[in-house]
């Protein structure tokens, strides 16, 4: 018995020390399983920050992208020229599809520096700016019932503040149409909002109408595709001070070089540089014609002739130019000779004596005043009033802008040949349309090529190929007043206010406008950007 001590002690010494080992392997295993998830956790956080890095630099230059989008770009992507750039993150590379109806889907697709890659996807709406109308004054259509007067429509992009209440025998067609803070009424039942065959899609802040179409194909009621509750608020490209300035010294530069706006030709005037050789130099081989310039005052001889205003050079205060122009009825200024276009259209030679002078070629800003043509390139600058005394036709591609009121009395469209079937496409194919700037007011006095007054716009295709009464690129920075009954206006009117007081005008877009749109536009190349479905993956 004396030795039962010890053998106890040595059992417990057996048992600790299993217990030790025991421990020990639970330690060993425990720092095992926590070095092998920090490991883990370590390269997760690598990758997730490598995910991340690649994620950023892909959402970066898409967001870039989208700040500056322009049909440009778009173009260029679908010719298979992706963007690309770079970001502290890593790079990124951006593609795009054509979803139809100014619809779009950029992709883009971040990498960071050990190749990780994370992809972002943008749905949007975009349309030009020069592609639609728009009124984006904060009560936009004025008139005693704050509407488009009787059977008066719309085809095409419209974009408007406040209530919309459309009228009898009244067309809303193609689209989209957005009205910012109002609601669309319908006042008559014998209305189109859309088109059985083509219904519109609708942006509104506030009350839209349930479709109410008859289903015959051709009736009368509401087809809406699409009612999107979000509108972009988008306000006027503005004008600046500074961007007056701006146009006119480029009036004046194209005085002297007659570079024909953005197509060089022959320099046909002063060799030395200065613009007041204008009025003495004469067409070639002619020795009995001298142009005029549209600015005939005697103290304005040294002007150059795209530019009228004060004789020291100097602008007005914006809006408040007091040198006016009247182009038609005050006699022939500047020199072109006889014409012939890309689409085979011919026009008669210059004044007498004038005949020498290239065929094809003009000045940058000539009137005939026997023929009523107006020839036109690169920007012209007037420094207070500007009128359109009668009707007229214009060849070329170029702005004027005004710094003051400006008047319509007359129908001002492109040229277009007496025999022509579609007198629209000859001015499109040759690539003529005609801005007109001004900070101030603008009127539209004269009517009466709308002879689909009053039947609606239920053939589309048919309102696009009628004569219009003003065909080209208007910006209003004040109030466009439309003066007359059963007028047509082609193209394109961004203004802050329009008001209607008479019946059966019709406000048509010209989709191909901003392919050729002339020089000095404000807001050109900027356009209306609605996102859409965004996803990552």
């Not at 809303?172 to 009205?179: A, C, D, N, R, S």
Request: glycine share 12%; proline share 5%; net charge negative.
């Amino acid at each position: 018995m004396a030795n039962h001590p010890t053998r106890l002690l040595k059992d417990d010494v057996g048992v600790a020390l299993i217990t030790v080992l025991g421990v020990m392997l639970v330690i060993t295993v425990l720092a095992i399983g926590s070095y092998s998830l920090a490991g883990q956790a370590l390269h997760e956080s690598v990758r997730v920050e490598r995910e991340t890095k690649a994620f950023r630099a892909a959402a970066s230059g898409m967001e870039k992208v989208l700040s500056t989008f322009s049909e440009d770009d778009a173009l260029a992507m679908l010719g298979g020229v992706p963007i690309t750039g770079s970001t502290p993150d890593g790079t990124y590379e951006i593609t795009i599809d054509d979803l139809g109806h100014n619809e779009w889907r950029l992709t883009s697709v971040g990498t960071q520096a050990d190749g990780t890659t994370e992809i972002v996807r943008q749905q949007f709406y975009f349309i030009d700016l020069w592609k639609m109308n728009l009124s984006a004054g904060s009560s936009s259509l004025m008139s005693g019932s704050s509407a488009l007067n009787g059977t008066s429509s719309i085809v095409g992009p419209f974009y408007m503040k406040g209530d919309l209440n459309i009228q009898a025998n009244m067309a809303v067609v193609e689209g989209p149409l957005f009205v910012k803070n109002g609601d669309i009424s319908l006042k008559n039942s014998n209305i189109w909002l859309g088109l059985y065959e083509e219904p519109i899609k609708v942006y509104c802040d506030k009350a839209i109408p349930d479709n109410s179409g008859n289903g015959s194909g051709k009736g009368t009621g509401v087809y809406i595709s699409h009612r999107i509750r979000s509108v972009p608020d988008i306000t006027l490209p503005p004008i600046t001070q500074a961007k007056l300035e701006e146009w006119a010294t480029t009036a004046k530069n194209e005085s002297i070089d007659n570079i024909m706006g953005t197509t060089p030709v022959a320099n046909l005037e002063s060799s030395d540089g200065h613009a007041s050789s204008y009025v003495t130099m004469q067409p070639p081989s002619t020795t009995t014609w001298s142009r005029r310039k549209a600015q005939t005052a005697v103290a304005a001889a040294a002007l150059p002739y795209k530019f009228i205003g004060d004789p020291s050079g100097d602008i007005s205060g914006m809006g408040n130019g007091s040198t006016p122009l009247t182009i038609g009825g005050t006699g022939s200024f500047g020199a072109w000779g006889s014409t012939t276009t890309t689409d085979g259209v011919s026009l008669a030679a210059g004044p007498v004596g004038s005949s020498g002078y290239p065929a094809g070629k003009h000045d940058d800003f000539a009137y005939d005043d026997v023929n009523n043509i107006l020839y036109i390139s690169g920007t012209v600058f007037v420094d207070g009033p500007l009128t359109f005394a009668e009707n007229m036709k214009y060849v070329g591609n170029g702005t004027i802008v005004a710094n003051g009121d400006v008047t319509f009395n007359g129908a001002v469209i492109p040229y277009f040949s007496s025999g022509a079937t579609n007198k629209n496409v000859q001015g499109e194919n040759n690539k003529w349309a005609l801005g007109v700037v001004t900070p101030k007011d603008m009127k539209f006095n004269a009517g009466g090529n709308n002879p689909m007054a009053g039947t609606g716009a239920s053939n589309r295709d048919a309102l696009r190929l009628l004569e219009a009464d003003y065909a080209g690129a208007f910006y209003v920075g004040g109030t466009a007043y439309f003066n007359s009954n059963n007028m047509l206006i082609r193209g394109t009117v961004l203004a802050s206010q329009m008001k209607f007081d008479k019946n059966n005008n019709l406000l048509i877009t010209n989709p191909l406008l901003p392919t050729y749109l002339p020089n000095s536009l404000p807001g050109a190349g900027a356009g209306l950007l609605t996102p859409g479905l965004w996803t990552r993956g």
